[in-house]
């Protein structure tokens, strides 16, 4: 039973950012071909997965608190004050935090659990304000609401994959951008569907790819 659960919690994120990209993706065929497949709005999505990383991340944290309780070397660890004198920014920031009977649980739940889910939504907030700085300056890089796409798919890249997914990116945006001149004798690209591409190379090959490029070390 013990099993299950600990792959039912693995294989959980992993779902959720599969199902919000198979909808990002039919949100986007409706408005570019006007077939009538499920439309969300990518803001709505985008709030959905960031509430789901917060969630799974106090999810986990109180499993690793249940677990914990559970026998006594755990409960030793749930009265392990951090001494604030450790040369750690985060501790030194909050001392009265960190330095209370559940010092080590906390600072222990935010390394494993949280830190993740505040570097996603972090870089993939950071990824939208660029975007939009960038629709300003340059307007015709974007059709409707491919800013939002923009964030979303960071989103869903997740940390440390959105590397990878900016990587996938900008190619994509080059061939797609020959392709687009060779074939169709086009100039312009928008980048709703490099996106696209970017966000699913990120989820199925993130892994992968992270090795390949030398940033295999952020997935630990």
């Known amino acids: 039973m013990e099993t299950f659960v600990t792959q039912a919690l693995t294989l959980l994120p992993i779902a959720a950012r599969w199902g919000i990209f198979v909808l990002a993706v039919s949100t986007y065929t409706a408005h570019h071909t006007g077939w009538h497949f499920p439309a969300v709005s990518y803001r709505r999505l985008a709030s959905i997965l960031a509430a789901f990383y917060g969630g799974y991340a106090a999810l986990l944290t109180i499993g690793q608190y249940a677990l914990w309780s559970g026998d006594w070397w755990g409960r030793h660890f749930l009265n392990t004050p951090l001494d604030?004198?450790?040369?750690?920014?985060?501790?030194?920031?909050?001392?009265?935090?960190f330095g209370g009977a559940l010092g080590y649980f906390l600072f222990y739940s935010w390394g494993r659990f949280w830190l993740g889910a505040v570097l996603a939504v972090g870089v993939a907030l950071l990824f939208w304000w660029f975007l939009r700085v960038l629709k300003r300056h340059n307007e015709r890089f974007f059709e409707e609401s491919e800013t939002e796409l923009g964030f979303l798919a960071a989103l869903i890249a997740g940390w440390p994959q959105v590397l990878i997914f900016l990587a996938v990116t900008f190619l994509a945006v080059v061939l797609i951008s020959i392709a687009r001149m060779l074939f169709f004798k086009k100039s312009l690209t928008t980048l709703g569907l490099p996106f696209l591409i970017g966000a699913c190379a990120a989820l199925a090959f993130g892994g992968a790819l992270a090795a390949l490029l030398g940033v295999g070390v952020l997935m630990a």
């Open 84 to 97: 604030v004198t450790l040369p750690i920014p985060l501790v030194h920031a909050f001392p009265g935090f």
